[in-house]
C-alpha cells in the first residue's frame, strides 16, 4: 500500500513535549523493540487480516513488525514526528514490507474516522501525556465495535537499576520530575485499570513484564542512553528551571550513568504495566 505524505510537524498538546526527545542513543534504545517481546501482551488477540493503529509509533520498529504478523491486514503507523516516520517508512522498505503506512498525527485528534480499526496499540504512549484519558476517548472512537485496544506503560517505581549509587538514584528522580513537568506520568502504568474502564473498556486484562538489560553490551547502551537523556533540553531546561540540580551536577550524574553501563555487575529493568480492553 502506497505511504501517505505527512506535514512536517504536529503540534502537540499544549500541556506537553516528549521529554525523551529523539538522540542517537535514545533512537539505538528505540530499535531494540519488537513486538514479540514489547506487544506480546496484545499479540493473543490480534489475527492476520485485521487493520490495526500503532499510534505513537515513533521510528516504527513495532509498527513493522506487526505489519509482517498480520498480513495481509494493514497496519498504521502514527506520530507527531515526521522525522520519526520517515525512519518507519524506510525501515519498511528494507524489508520489504508493503501493507504498512505511517501517517503524522495527534492522538487527541486522530485523522480517521469513527470504527476504522479492528485493532489499536498505544505503546509507551499514554504516561508522556497530559491527558491521558482524551487520549484513551479517541483510541475508543477510531474502534470498531469489539475492536481491542493495548497499552503499555512505565511504572517507574518498580524499576531496578543495580549496582545502585547516590547519582544513579537521583538520575531516575531527575527524569521522573522532567517527565511530570513536561505533562506526563511516570507511575501511570498502575492506572491502566481504571483508565480503560472509565473510557469505556470492558473485559480489562491487566498484566505487567520488564525491559531488561543484562548482557554488558544492553548495559553499555542503556547507559549511554541515560546519560544522554540528562543532556537533552527538554530535560536541563526543568532540571535548572527547578532549582533541582546544577548544570554541573547534571553533568555529574549524566557521566556516572555512563560509568555504571561499563560495570561488569550492572543490571537494568524498567517495570511495564499492561492492558488490554475491548470496545462493547
Same mark, same amino acid.
Given at each position: @500500500? ?10 502537540? &498538546? ?18 531494540? *523493540?519488537?513486538?514479540? $517481546?514489547? !506487544? ?6 490480534? *489475527?492476520?487480516?485485521?487493520? =490495526? ?26 506520530? @507527531? ?19 504498512? *503506512?505511517?501517517? !503524522? ?17 498505544? &505503546?509507551?504512549?499514554?504516561? &508522556? ?13 477510531? =474502534?470498531?465495535?469489539?475492536?481491542? =485496544? ?26 521522573? *520530575?522532567?517527565?511530570? &513537568? ?7 502504568? +498502575?492506572?491502566? $485499570? ?25 548495559? $553499555? +547502551? @542503556? ?6 537523556? =540528562? ?50
Amino acid at each position: @500500500m502506497r505511504n501517505v505524505a505527512a506535514p512536517t510537524q504536529v503540534p502537540p &498538546h499544549p500541556a506537553e513535549r516528549y521529554s525523551a526527545g529523539y538522540g542517537t542513543a535514545v533512537l539505538q534504545d528505540l530499535s531494540r *523493540r519488537k513486538a514479540s $517481546r514489547d !506487544a506480546a501482551f496484545l499479540l493473543p488477540h490480534l *489475527r492476520p487480516g485485521i487493520r =490495526l493503529l500503532d499510534c505513537g509509533c515513533g521510528p516504527g520498529y513495532l509498527t513493522v513488525d506487526l505489519a509482517e504478523i498480520l498480513s495481509p491486514g494493514e497496519v498504521v503507523g502514527l506520530d @507527531m514526528g515526521a522525522e520519526q516516520l520517515e525512519v518507519g517508512r524506510a525501515l519498511a522498505r528494507s524489508r520489504d514490507v508493503n501493507n504498512i *503506512r505511517f501517517e !503524522a498525527g495527534t492522538v487527541y485528534k486522530l485523522p480517521f474516522p469513527d470504527s476504522s480499526f479492528d485493532a489499536v496499540l498505544a &505503546h509507551a504512549l499514554l504516561y &508522556h501525556l497530559a491527558s491521558p484519558q482524551q487520549a484513551l476517548a479517541e483510541l475508543f472512537r477510531v =474502534l470498531k465495535p469489539g475492536g481491542v =485496544l493495548g497499552v503499555r506503560d512505565a511504572c517507574t517505581d518498580s524499576d531496578i537499576v543495580t549496582p545502585a549509587t547516590p547519582e544513579l538514584e537521583k538520575a531516575w528522580k531527575l527524569l521522573s *520530575r522532567s517527565v511530570g &513537568h513536561n505533562g506526563g506520568n511516570t507511575l501511570l502504568g +498502575k492506572r491502566l $485499570r481504571p483508565l480503560l474502564r472509565e473510557a469505556g473498556f470492558t473485559n480489562i486484562l491487566v498484566s505487567a513484564s520488564f525491559d531488561t538489560y543484562g548482557t554488558p553490551e544492553e548495559t $553499555r +547502551k @542503556m547507559g549511554a542512553t541515560v546519560a544522554e537523556l =540528562l543532556t537533552q533540553p527538554q530535560i536541563v531546561g526543568v532540571v535548572i528551571e527547578k532549582g533541582l540540580a546544577t548544570a554541573e551536577e547534571l553533568g555529574a550524574i549524566s557521566q556516572a550513568f555512563r560509568v555504571w553501563g561499563d560495570h561488569p555487575d550492572a543490571f537494568c529493568a524498567r517495570a511495564r504495566c499492561e492492558a488490554v480492553g475491548w470496545k462493547p
